[in-house]
């Protein structure tokens, strides 16, 4: 695919939906960062959330990348000889394995069907690069046409295909390699609870420095025919009623776009149930989403849920007990994790009887995939245990949120 690699002598580019010319833009050849609209063509076909003023768009295009806090990333910048993570997207077109657009420099007549990532293979280079997950020569060329270019977030990650299949992998060598099995046991949490629209993770190991650490693994949940919308996308320019809270405004934007008011809740309210239990303190906006048609330019449904590494205590050397897990606090619709209850209109929706077991079952998955001190498995399980009995309370109709001599 290096022929795909664009040789820029222009910094003008069109950004494209597929094969639809949605704007022209100017682009800093040096930040890779958009500059400013030339011309916008068709409004309907812009990323969901986006206007049409360039700041709203350039923030849109500096999210699709590899953010600067991600830990290695200014050394893999300085190998490939690009100056920001933006400069590095664009040299795979901006595109992505999320959604459909990408950018195309003026000078080039170039196809979707013949470089976008559902349909055509890539080079593992840059995803080896990223995730210090293979050996590079360093007299070798690194092949930069990659969807590994596209992903944000903080952990490091990369697309690979295997088995025909497009999966991605996150890698963290940090806190006992926690992440990882989180969203394993975030899954076997869903297949227990029989809740079908979750992103089942599976591990696989790498070694590093002649360590061994797991890393988790999934199969892309979009396709050339539906794209990812995140929560923030939708939600991002929408004036919230002071007689609303964001969440409601949430589904009810969803709802505009196509989805039924109903199911939309129902994954929300099962989603932060779920969260509790294992104690998620990330479910930001960007951490939930829709599935989109781009022919039907529509939402069709609920994304599956996603990303539910930063769980279980995975970075904190004291794990609380307690009342002390009623004070958690999180990066959510609301500042404290068992305020989110409130919302909860559906209960039913969780059966405390099938979790019997089930903290046991994350000691096991802990103790086969990591080094952890068995102290330390102990704490976390015993967390899960408090939660699942706080939790049942509520489904019996105690407000834990309030102070216990008030249930």
Request: proline share 3%; net charge negative.
């Amino acid at each position: 695919m290096d022929s795909y690699i664009p040789f820029m002598t222009s910094d003008l580019y069109v950004l494209k939906h597929k094969d639809i010319d949605v704007a022209m833009v100017r682009v800093n050849k040096i930040t890779g960062q958009i500059e400013f609209i030339i011309d916008v063509y068709h409004s309907e076909e812009l990323p969901i959330g986006c206007k049409e003023n360039s700041a709203n768009l350039a923030e849109w295009w500096n999210n699709r990348a590899i953010p600067d806090s991600r830990r290695g990333i200014q050394k893999v910048l300085n190998y490939v000889n690009q100056k920001t993570s933006q400069a590095l997207m664009l040299s795979s077109y901006g595109l992505s394995l999320t959604d459909h657009y990408w950018m195309q420099p003026v000078e080039q007549e170039l196809y979707w069907s013949d470089i976008n990532f559902f349909e055509n293979d890539f080079s593992d280079d840059l995803g080896e690069l990223l995730t210090d997950t293979g050996t590079i020569d360093i007299d070798k060329n690194i092949t930069q046409f990659s969807p590994s270019s596209s992903v944000n977030g903080e952990m490091k990650k990369k697309w690979l295909i295997k088995d025909g299949k497009r999966s991605l992998m996150k890698v963290n060598i940090n806190n006992y390699g926690q992440q990882a099995v989180n969203e394993l046991i975030a899954s076997r949490l869903h297949k227990r609870l029989g809740w079908s629209n979750y992103v089942p993770y599976s591990l696989e190991k790498i070694t590093f420095e002649g360590k061994e650490y797991p890393c988790s693994l999934n199969e892309m949940f979009t396709s050339p025919e539906l794209e990812l919308v995140s929560g923030y996308q939708l939600i991002r320019d929408f004036k919230v009623p002071q007689d609303m809270s964001e969440y409601e405004c949430m589904i009810k934007l969803a709802a505009a776009q196509g989805l039924d008011k109903t199911v939309v809740r129902q994954q929300l309210e099962y989603t932060i149930m779920t969260d509790f239990i294992l104690t998620n303190t990330d479910r930001h906006y960007n951490n939930f989403g829709f599935l989109y048609d781009s022919t039907k330019k529509k939402l069709v449904h609920m994304a599956p849920i996603f990303d539910t590494g930063n769980a279980l205590f995975y970075q904190e050397d004291y794990i609380p007990t307690g009342k002390y897990l009623l004070d958690i606090r999180v990066a959510s619709f609301l500042k404290r994790e068992v305020d989110l209850l409130q919302y909860v209109r559906h209960p039913e929706l969780i059966s405390i009887d099938k979790l019997n077991d089930f903290s046991k079952e994350t000691g096991e998955l802990l103790r086969e995939y990591t080094k952890m001190p068995e102290s330390r498995i102990h704490a976390i399980t015993r967390s899960i245990d408090e939660k699942i009995d706080f939790l049942d309370a509520f489904l019996h109709g105690k407000k834990i949120w309030k102070p216990q001599k008030y249930w």
